[in-house]
């Protein structure tokens, strides 16, 4: 019954704060993005002129999230020429539009805590350019009030409409029959291109992207073949050759700094590989950055099965990237859950938009990790030395730390309750609900692990709400080293009596852990 009710459609309410009107294309693009995840979502427009604001103190409750666009000639539509006749100067306007998006902000922050995607303001919608042609003259005072609504409003998560104009094109993202007949000026091309960007930070807030890359070597991270041409002959330095794939591998490191798990599978002999890791100046990537190298002349879907073995993570989670289409077609044969990219240079950096991922970047946990999984072989060898698992686990002297969970936890704790689909109460929280439930009566943990070889960081979050156990996640790398077990004596610490639970079909484990180990405890 759990896993029906998993499988139903969920859904969403999305509120669009504007001065202007965005149907009637968005409402069409977004539910065709959101359907991608078997959402539904719910969209009502609240439309704002000035500083008048009761439209939002009489929008509905449940919001689960918030768009603002305000566009900047609805609120000036004199500009420039308020400046040429002294009305107003620049600073003014800046100042006066700081504050109107404050105060808007500051009203929705009020009356709800959900996140608030922010479309700042763009200018290519002026027509003196055509006059005076495209040289710099100074004003530019749109990127002066983005930048300061920036540092005013630090919680929102910001799109760059101009971005977005410069990939449609000026010329094709206006519509000046939709301005003066329904007040929307944008095209039906850049709506749609706003409402995927809307779709993007949607996934970027509940972690919902691919988790892993698979690399191939030869043709990929470097020109050439190392087993024919040797060390000396592949090129990866600054040469027409070389360059690109130093510039992937640099994409690929800024995947990595980002959270990304990366490891390598080629058909190569391993110690060459390594060597080439390790020595080569040419090489952006190092071998500290790999979790693993399943490196040998095995075919290579037996080798990623390998791989999603080792790290504990589904086949879904990964992406393998190869630049032989024989490879590419194996893999998609016998492994249709891996997502696979042949690769091409020109096309590599459109196709790895797949992923979604938080610009913020906790470099302490992305080492942790890699750390932990590169060092999984030699925990391995130690376990063949010992005939059962508690003399296994004294022997890596582990130590497990349980506290009140602090601010600076909060998005890694966001990332476990989202990115969990094994060892979790499958309740996920967002970063932001993680501030709001931190402000209330709500029990927070962290649950920090090492052992002699490696410190695994943040791996798990304990939520307690008066005698219910509300959360309960602890990362896959972390299971099987006694931490679910501290966990639960914490938890029996607490006057539970209710535990509530939603099945990701892959969390029954859980499920049978509370109810073994939490005596007469009701399941919601």
Not at 331 to 352: A, D, G, Q
């Amino acid at each position: 019954m759990r896993n029906e009710e998993y499988k139903k459609m969920k859904s969403i309410n999305l509120a669009i704060v504007s001065n202007i009107v965005f149907d009637p294309y968005i409402k069409t693009s977004l539910i065709n993005s959101f359907s991608k995840q078997n959402i539904n979502v719910n969209i009502f427009s609240v439309f704002i002129e000035d500083y008048d604001l009761m439209s939002i103190n009489e929008m509905v409750t449940n919001v689960d999230l918030i768009f603002v666009a305000l566009n900047f000639e609805r609120l000036y539509p004199n500009y420039p020429l308020t400046l040429y006749e002294g009305n107003s100067g620049t600073e003014e306007i800046v100042n006066n539009t700081i504050n109107l998006s404050k105060t808007i902000y500051d009203c929705l922050l009020t009356k709800f805590y959900v996140p608030v995607i922010w479309l700042n303001f763009e200018d290519y919608y002026m027509k003196f350019k055509n006059i005076i042609g495209n040289v710099f003259c100074g004003e530019y005072i749109v990127d002066s009030i983005n930048l300061k609504l920036q540092e005013t409003i630090h919680d929102c998560i910001f799109i760059d409409l101009k971005r977005l104009i410069a990939n449609v094109g000026i010329f094709k993202s206006y519509d000046f029959k939709g301005k003066y007949r329904w007040s929307n000026p944008y095209s039906k091309e850049l709506v749609e291109s706003i409402s995927i960007e809307i779709y993007k930070q949607y996934l970027i807030l509940h972690y919902i992207t691919k988790k892993c890359i698979v690399l191939d070597c030869d043709q990929v991270l470097w020109g050439g073949i190392l087993e024919e041409n040797g060390f000396d002959c592949i090129r990866i330095d600054g040469g027409t050759i070389g360059k690109p794939f130093q510039d992937f591998q640099r994409m690929l490191l800024y995947l990595y700094y980002h959270g990304v798990i990366l490891c390598v599978c080629s058909k190569n002999d391993e110690s060459n590989v390594l060597n080439v890791f390790k020595e080569h100046s040419g090489m952006i990537l190092k071998e500290q950055n790999i979790a693993c190298f399943m490196v040998n002349w095995d075919n290579k879907p037996t080798n990623i099965k390998k791989i999603s073995d080792y790290l504990n993570i589904g086949l879904d989670s990964i992406v393998f990237i190869d630049d032989s289409e024989e490879e590419i077609a194996e893999v998609n044969s016998i492994l249709p859950e891996v997502f696979t990219i042949k690769y091409n240079n020109k096309t590599i950096y459109e196709n790895l938009t797949l992923f979604s991922l938080n610009q913020h970047i906790n470099l302490t946990n992305v080492n942790n990790r890699t750390n932990a999984y590169k060092t999984k072989h030699t925990r391995n060898a130690l376990k063949k030395l010992y005939q059962n698992q508690e003399e296994y686990l004294r022997s890596l002297k582990i130590i497990i730390d349980i506290h009140q969970s602090i601010p600076s936890e909060f998005l890694r704790i966001s990332e476990l309750t989202q990115k969990t689909n094994k060892m979790t109460n499958g309740i996920r929280y967002t970063f932001y609900e993680i501030e709001r439930i931190s402000k209330s009566e709500y029990n927070l943990f962290s649950v920090f692990l090492k052992d002699k070889f490696s410190d695994f960081g943040l791996v798990g979050v304990i939520g307690i709400n008066g005698d219910t156990l509300d959360l309960f996640s602890l990362s896959c790398r972390a299971f099987g080293k006694g931490v679910e077990e501290k966990m639960i004596s914490f938890i029996k610490k607490y006057n539970i009596k209710k535990f509530i639970f939603q099945s990701t079909s892959k969390n029954d484990h859980v499920y049978e852990l509370i109810n073994k180990n939490i005596k007469n405890c009701q399941v919601l």
